[in-house]
């Protein structure tokens, strides 16, 4: 009588937008792609693309597919491919991602970790030497994490 078809949800539509003037607190899960232009208090888990406009301002972790940022983020950002910073943008947090773009004029206060691409062997000694114990144990496990204050300019 009633059929329960369950339609998949395109990860490159955006269905969820955050508009100006609008200020929503708490989880957001979503299958399809979210635009921030408003103001979010809670975490995001996307399993499409992130956007934050200009005017967007997230207190919020972050993890998508690919994330752009042109607005303010407060909190840590996990993109699975690629992460851009726009020059009106701003991340004060902690960042992995598969690539990691930085326009001019942008600001990321935090630590970044490189993800993908091929691992060291064990064995290899790392080509820069670890400046912390928490650094050498990053690079033991194949990662490259770096610590970072810019302001690109």
Known sequence: MFRNK???IDPDTTDTLIG???????????????????????????AGDVTVGEKGVLYSNI?????????????????????????SGRLYGNLTAQRLNIEAGAVFQGSSKMTGGEQPEQSAAPAEPAASEGNAAQLAQGGNQTDHVLKAW
């Open 6 to 8: 369950k339609r998949k």
């Open 20 to 46: 100006e003037g609008t200020v929503f607190e708490g989880k957001i899960r979503s299958e399809a792609g979210i635009r921030v232009e408003g103001r979010i208090i809670g975490d995001i888990e996307c």
């Open 63 to 87: 993890s998508a597919r690919h994330v752009e940022l042109a607005g303010t983020v407060h909190g840590n950002v996990t993109a699975q491919g690629q992460l851009t910073i726009r020059s």
